[in-house]
């Protein structure tokens, strides 16, 4: 048995030398040293032996154990600075290479107008709200007393998924889920992107962003919407800028605005942004309809309101004097840039 583990030993020492890899140097280990490894195996035939025999033996076998994990450590550590070497020149790097430019990016100026509106209605104290793209023609027509009659619901003006389900026209379901779900006062912005029919020009998109606002409390009136409407253009487009309201109609608001300001491009003379007008349209307004109220639950022998919706796009157009609304899909670096 002495010389059985006098063999191991130099067997051992032979492998371990030879291994070139710390997988091959954890299978010798696993060879000599493991549960099932030879030195375990001539320890359980030590009961064989006799009293006298057996001290010796197993001081021997543990003295080559000590010696191969001592040989198996000092050959770990060469393995593990030839391996470290080999990386450290493999990965080196030519400082005398000129360096990659990275390119930063930055917001779109469409994000940078959402932001900016979004802060100045904040500084009103007004709170955001968030929906669904996809949504029910509950939320987006029946709830805002618009009938299945009505134009807007046609297959011409509105992306069908099914019959009841849509791509949302505006943001105005927002309003409807916030009323239904939180009662007076209300107070919030709802940004996000709608989808319409329409067709591609400087100023029309089938997928454009809009920021719809409402307001519901006591004693709201229409001279409260004039007022926040004409300190929302002032702090975007400048003191100088006018509002107009139109007489409209929209079957969620009553009575109901077109809101024009007077044209980023031409300071209202008349232009082809404008259409030759002086005017160009940004939102729709105008005191929420009584049934509308009434469907979400609020009494409007109580509470009154406003709501109102602005297209960023065309905010975004007049903010940055941007005379053709494609430039902000087409994603052409060398317009991007520019903001």
Not at 25 to 49: A, N, W
Not at 121 to 141: H, R, V
Request: aromatic share 8%; with cysteine; charged share 30%.
């Amino acid at each position: 048995m002495k010389q059985q583990l006098e063999n191991i030993k130099t067997q051992a020492v032979k492998e371990i030398a030879e291994a070139a890899s710390m997988q091959i140097l954890e299978s010798i280990r696993v060879k000599y040293l493991g549960k099932k490894g030879e030195l375990t195996l001539v320890l359980r035939g030590m009961g064989s032996l006799s009293a006298e025999e057996r001290p010796l033996i197993g001081q021997l076998a543990n003295d080559v154990r000590v010696f191969i994990e001592q040989k198996l450590e000092e050959k770990e550590q060469t393995i593990s600075k030839k391996e470290r070497d080999e990386r450290i020149n493999r990965e080196t790097v030519d400082i005398t290479m000129p360096g990659k430019k990275k390119e930063i990016g930055h917001k779109h100026p469409i994000t940078l107008v959402l932001d900016e509106i979004k802060e100045v209605f904040l500084g009103m104290g007004y709170e955001i709200a968030e929906g669904p793209d996809i949504e029910d023609t509950y939320y987006n027509f029946d709830a805002l007393n618009t009938p299945e009659t009505h134009p807007a619901r046609d297959l011409q003006d509105t992306f069908y998924i099914n019959e009841k389900i849509i791509l949302r026209t505006q943001t105005s379901p927002v309003q409807i889920r916030t009323m239904m779900q939180k009662k007076p006062p209300i107070k919030i912005i709802c940004p996000g992107r709608v989808f319409r029919s329409d067709t591609v020009d400087p100023t029309h998109s089938p997928i454009f962003h809009q920021i719809e606002g409402l307001v519901v409390d006591k004693g709201i009136t229409m001279g409260n919407l004039k007022g926040t409407l004409e300190m929302f253009v002032k702090a975007l487009f400048g003191e100088s800028t006018r509002i107009r309201l139109r007489p409209h109609h929209f079957p969620y608001t009553e009575p109901s605005a077109e809101v024009d300001i007077s044209c980023f491009a031409c300071g209202g003379v008349g232009c082809r942004v404008c259409k030759g007008e002086g005017w160009i349209e940004i939102l729709g307004a105008g005191m929420v309809h009584p049934k509308v109220l009434q469907t979400c639950g609020i009494d409007p022998e109580v509470y009154s309101g406003f709501a109102f919706g602005i297209g960023a796009e065309r905010v975004a157009m007049g903010r940055f004097k941007i005379d053709d609304l494609r430039l902000l899909f087409e994603n052409d670096v060398r317009f991007l840039k520019q903001f």
